[in-house]
């Protein structure tokens, strides 16, 4: 039997594209085993999927000072020789890595034993995690053609993001229902990144007054962004985290809000939803939700507003423009052409494997 180890976590976008490949992975009969940190989000994702998972430790690794920076790398050491321990246990074919600190001993630990190592790369410039990386992996998958340039070419491929094979499957009453909202009024479906996003929640609660006549608000708000003050208020309705019904939300939103983190953007996209993008700053971060959204923009499929510029009055118009042009939107997500990233992933991963298996 053919066996896998996927690792990557942190934020659920470091996750859900392993998720996404689960599917064809046991179609087509491969042992699946499932290396995160003790507690990350990632955890309760896998688990949730019926996948074996074993933990290791695991540090952040920070360009900037923290004192954190001391005992870190300590962590980062546990976490391989953990790591070393597990790929001895499983002996895997083949690993494949979504990336995010955790990753880092994994694939150095797959390296040792000349395991081959499959990593992927959502965002535009590879992020720290994934640099060190880099030289160990076989093979590097990207999700934007301009990534391709900062890859060395013999190790690239461009695949596009997996994406779960059920978002696809939502159904509108379902997700009315299960948010207890009616069918006479649009839906706007608020996701402020898997983590939440403070500014974006200010941002749409601050509008409320101004939106519950048009419209009725789904807001996944992230773990500990309720806000109690707005429970019970009509048309609107609040969420941590949304897992599996997440899909019937999709199905039964007319307007999204989204962060422009290299995932949920490639959902929206999938699913043609009209959307206003407002990426993370290029002050919290290196800037690449910037990129996603304006080349979303380019290609006529998002309204953008960066966080700066976001007051009642822009996100009120932008909301209202993109709704009232939803159409040109839908109609230009439908011309753009659908990648199939399980399908591309799923195949470089039997390549490797299957010479595995051959030399064994
Ligand atoms: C703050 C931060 O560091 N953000 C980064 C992080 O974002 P983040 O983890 O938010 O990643 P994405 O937006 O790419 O993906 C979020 C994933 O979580 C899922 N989801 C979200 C909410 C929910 O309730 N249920 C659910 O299933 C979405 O459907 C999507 O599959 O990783 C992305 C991919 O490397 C980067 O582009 C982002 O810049």
Redesign the pocket.
């Known amino acids: 039997m053919k066996k896998i180890i996927l690792t990557g976590g942190?934020?659920?976008?470091?996750?859900?594209?392993n998720?996404?490949l689960l599917p064809s992975l046991k179609e087509r009969g491969y042992e699946i085993h499932y290396i995160g940190t003790y507690n990350g989000?990632e955890r309760k994702?896998v688990e949730g999927a019926g996948i074996p998972y074993d933990g290791i430790s695991s540090g952040k690794l920070r360009r900037y000072f923290d004192l954190k920076n001391f005992s870190d790398p300590f962590r980062v050491i546990k976490g391989y020789m953990e790591a070393r321990n597990l790929m001895k246990k499983y002996k895997p074919d083949v690993v494949f890595s979504?990336?995010?600190f955790v990753a880092v001993p994994v694939v150095l630990a797959a390296k040792h034993f000349k395991i081959p190592t499959i990593i992927h790369?959502?965002?535009m410039t590879p992020?720290l995690a994934n640099k060190i990386c880099i030289p160990s992996a076989a093979k590097i998958c990207c999700n934007f053609p301009e990534t391709l340039q900062y890859l060395p070419k013999e190790k690239a491929v461009l695949t596009g993001?997996p994406?779960?094979r059920e978002?696809l499957e939502g159904d509108r009453l379902t997700g009315l229902q299960y948010a207890g909202l009616s069918a006479d009024k649009p839906v706007i479906l608020v996701?402020?990144?898997?983590?939440?996003?403070v500014a974006v929640n200010n941002a749409v609660r601050s509008l409320l007054p101004r939106l519950l006549p048009h419209f009725q608000i789904i807001h996944?708000c992230?773990k500990g962004h309720l806000d109690e003050s707005l429970i019970g208020q009509t048309g609107y309705v609040q969420?941590?985290?949304?897992?599996a019904p997440?899909r019937h939300l999709?199905a039964c939103a007319d307007l999204m809000v989204?962060?422009?983190?290299?995932?949920?953007?490639?959902?929206i996209l999938a699913l043609r939803k009209p959307n206003v993008l407002i990426?993370?700053s290029a002050a919290?971060?290196r800037g690449?939700?910037i990129l996603?959204a304006r080349s979303f923009e380019k290609q006529g499929f998002s309204t953008v507003l960066e966080e700066e510029t976001v007051t009642d009055d822009t996100l009120f118009d932008a909301i209202d423009r993109t709704y009232r042009d939803r159409q040109k939107f839908i109609d230009a997500m439908s011309k753009s052409a659908h990648s199939d990233a399980v399908t591309t992933i799923v195949g470089l991963i039997e390549s490797y494997a299957e010479k595995s298996t051959q030399k064994s």
């Open positions: 942190g934020t659920a976008g470091h996750v859900t594209p998720l996404a989000i994702l979504k990336g995010g790369e959502s965002d992020g993001s994406i779960r978002l996701i402020g990144g898997s983590l939440g996003a996944i992230g969420y941590e985290y949304v897992d997440l999709f989204s962060r422009a983190g290299a995932n949920s953007i490639c959902e990426p993370l919290a971060s690449d939700q996603n």
